[in-house]
């Protein structure tokens, strides 16, 4: 309000709020704050999500004077939706896939299970050349339990695995089929961020990642426990 009010006249008779569609008002308090000149209307619960609903100030609310308002003041707004975030579609990650080892030259873009390649002296696709190509897949990875997990992969060639942002593993080099590892803390139920990057080079192809944990033995990640969709 531009004037000061007189408090006992801002009440939830004078200041309401209606869902649109509707005539009667939504239970909630009403509070002013005459420094301010600020009027706080709380609903009593709850506004439904994606809805309209009008604030109404009608004339019978009254300036220190006694003098009405000239006219009704009314506001309108829409709600969003809002509250937990929903739970990840788990299977699989998304496998981006190029026809260079730089990750340039995108061919290809689908969701791969797992992964668990063994592409031998071939490529993963006909518009991908058998040498000199590379891979990102992205998602999130589930955690079980609250333990430290360490993820493995093998790869010919070079490979790069990051976990919620973290990178923990890094053998960017040409090289034969090779396991590295790394570990990472995590927390039970939770999703986290996952980017594994790989380049073929020379020779077989072949590219896996897993995991383990004091409570789980190191096995592929299964699509269960992976997904395509950023959080």
Do not use: C
Request: proline letters at 6%.
């Amino acid at each position: 309000f531009s004037e000061a009010m007189d408090d006992t006249t801002i009440n939830t008779g004078t200041f309401t709020l209606t869902k649109q569609g509707t005539t009667t008002p939504v239970a909630a308090t009403v509070t002013y704050d005459s420094a301010d000149k600020k009027a706080t209307l709380n609903p009593s619960a709850d506004l439904e999500v994606d809805t309209t609903y009008t604030a109404n100030v009608t004339i019978d609310a009254k300036d220190l004077a006694g003098n009405p308002l000239a006219s009704p003041m009314n506001w309108s707004f829409t709600t969003s939706a809002t509250g937990t975030p929903s739970e990840p579609t788990a299977g699989g990650l998304k496998g981006e896939y190029y026809d260079n080892k730089d990750l340039t030259s995108l061919k290809l873009t689908r969701t791969d299970p797992t992964v668990n390649f063994n592409w031998g002296s071939g490529s993963p696709d006909p518009s991908i050349g058998s040498e000199s190509f590379s891979v990102r897949w992205t998602g999130q990875v589930k955690a079980d339990h609250n333990e430290t997990y360490t993820f493995y992969t093998t790869s010919n060639d070079g490979v790069r695995l990051w976990v919620n942002g973290q990178l923990i593993i890094n053998n960017w080099t040409d090289h034969t089929a090779t396991e590295n590892k790394g570990t990472i803390t995590l927390e039970a139920g939770k999703w986290y961020t996952l980017k594994l990057e790989y380049y073929e080079s020379s020779g077989s192809s072949v590219i896996s990642l897993s995991y383990s944990s004091p409570s789980i033995s190191k096995q592929i990640i299964p699509s269960d426990h992976l997904s395509p969709t950023s959080p």
